[in-house]
């Protein structure tokens, strides 16, 4: 009894270290690699912002966003 209310309490533990870590929601971890695809293109100023929108815009639609209902 007493080992199951100490695994009980590591897996409670363990799901709560979780649950304080969220994911990045998909707009920002699309952002993220489009930083980084800007940062590998070299460009500076207007053309890489011209990077960053035509990437940010090819993850809208490509389908990688998830609609939130």
């Known amino acids: 009894m007493k080992q199951l209310a100490i695994l009980m309490t590591l897996a409670l533990g363990c ?5 304080a870590d969220p994911a990045k929601p998909p707009q920002q971890t699309r952002m993220a690699t489009c930083q ?6 070299g460009k500076k100023g207007e053309e890489r912002k011209e990077v960053l929108r035509a990437c940010m815009a090819a993850g809208k639609t490509n389908g990688k966003t998830e609609k939130t209902g």
């Open 15 to 19: 799901s709560l270290v979780h649950a």
């Open 36 to 41: 980084k695809e800007a940062t590998a293109s």
